[in-house]
């Protein structure tokens, strides 16, 4: 076959997540498989600008797969926003004979891949690494199985220490625009309620906790609340729970950046590995402006327009389940 594509570069960008690592080493290594030199990017969108570059070769990925974070670190980057931000960007891709890029990262990654790619016609692949897995068009974010497992393994400590004394915890964990790690994280530790953005308003969700969960025999009770700036999160839900109810012994525990650590989990690792190799496959079939997503255990191709779009709603039977669990 010929193919036009002789060098990608390859960046994570946004928050990093668990398994970030093995995604780069599975773009890496499929890319050298098929003869693509790989060019790394470090800082995200901010190296593409500054020329933070260096060659990739298959030893460079060695012994990453079991490492939280990015080797290629991530960063936010304002400049990329802007047109003359990208416009440097090009000519960075330009001057290093980079002609395709595989971004790793979230909504706002895509986001700029997007605009990137429809200025300066570049092909980009996306693949999708973020705690949150608010991306639509995948099941599963890397990074996500992962978040999900450390917080609930907070979750039961908690519970330890809750049940000792007759508290009620609330308990803040990441996904301010969407409720995935709050909710599943709430059905996997035993909590009696999640707060999240998907739902009625907070205030209302609270109150049906209220309604629902405090009348019970319960010694003790574990809310789980998606991080709000606006209602203030945990902290603004227990403020709430105390004015009406001064009589409860209530208790905030932010989780906060210990969800974004640790080595990621098995099903994160899996999932990174298949993804990487599917980005270097749809740059082979000549994909563009697509992220690479799982579906139903398959791989799929979702144009970034729906990724970062589409809402993707938290399971309505999850939420149901974990009202009736509560009981
Ligand atoms: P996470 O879900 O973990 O927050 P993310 O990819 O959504 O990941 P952002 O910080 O929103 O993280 O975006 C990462 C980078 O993408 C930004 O720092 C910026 O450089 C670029 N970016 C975001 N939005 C845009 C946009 N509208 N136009 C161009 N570039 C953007």
């Known amino acids: 076959m010929e193919y036009n594509i002789k060098t990608i570069g390859i960046l994570t960008s946004g928050g990093d997540a668990p398994g970030m690592n093995a995604a780069i080493r599975a773009v890496t290594r499929t890319a050298i498989f098929n003869g693509i030199n790989v060019k790394a990017i470090y800082q995200g969108y901010k190296g593409l600008i500054n020329r933070e570059i260096k060659e990739f070769h298959t030893e460079d990925v060695s012994g990453i797969i079991g490492r939280g974070g990015t080797i290629l670190k991530s960063a936010r980057c304002q400049e990329f926003c802007t047109p003359e931000g990208r416009a440097t960007a090009f000519q960075?891709?330009?001057?290093?004979?980079?002609?395709?890029?595989?971004?790793?990262?979230?909504?706002?990654?895509?986001?700029?891949?997007?605009?990137?790619?429809?200025?300066?016609?570049?092909?980009i692949i996306g693949v999708p690494g973020t705690i949150d897995n608010d991306l639509w068009g995948t099941d599963s974010t890397i990074g996500y199985d992962t978040a999900l497992n450390t917080i609930m393994q907070c979750v039961d400590k908690i519970r330890d220490t809750a049940s000792s004394h007759n508290r009620?915890?609330?308990?803040?964990?990441?996904?301010?625009?969407?409720?995935?790690?709050?909710?599943?994280?709430?059905?996997?530790?035993?909590?009696?309620?999640?707060?999240?953005?998907?739902?009625?308003?907070?205030?209302?969700?609270i109150e049906a906790f209220i309604g629902h969960g405090l009348r019970k025999s319960k010694n003790s009770s574990i809310?789980?609340?998606?991080?709000?700036?606006?209602?203030?999160?945990?902290?603004?839900?227990?403020d709430l729970l105390k004015k009406n109810h001064p009589e409860y012994d209530v208790r905030v525990t932010i989780l906060g950046h210990l969800q974004r650590g640790g080595s990621p989990s098995a099903y994160d690792r899996i999932l990174a590995s298949r993804l990487g190799v599917a980005a270097i496959n749809a740059l082979l079939e000549e994909q563009r402006s697509i992220m690479v997503g799982i579906k139903n255990d398959e791989i799929v191709y979702v144009p970034f327009t729906k990724a970062i779009k589409d809402d993707k709603d938290v399971q309505p039977d999850s939420v149901a389940a974990l009202q009736v669990l509560a009981i």
Do not use: C, H, W
């Not at 809310?223 to 227990?238: C, D, K």
């Open 92 to 123: 960075t891709l330009q001057d290093e004979q980079i002609d395709a890029l595989v971004v790793i990262g979230g909504d706002g990654t895509f986001t700029g891949a997007r605009a990137l790619a429809k200025e300066y016609n570049i092909p």
């Open 168 to 205: 009620i915890f609330f308990i803040e964990v990441m996904g301010r625009d969407a409720g995935f790690l709050a909710l599943n994280s709430a059905i996997a530790g035993g909590a009696e309620a999640a707060i999240i953005p998907e739902r009625k308003t907070p205030e209302e969700q």
């Open 223 to 238: 809310v789980i609340v998606a991080e709000n700036p606006v209602t203030g999160g945990a902290q603004g839900m227990a």
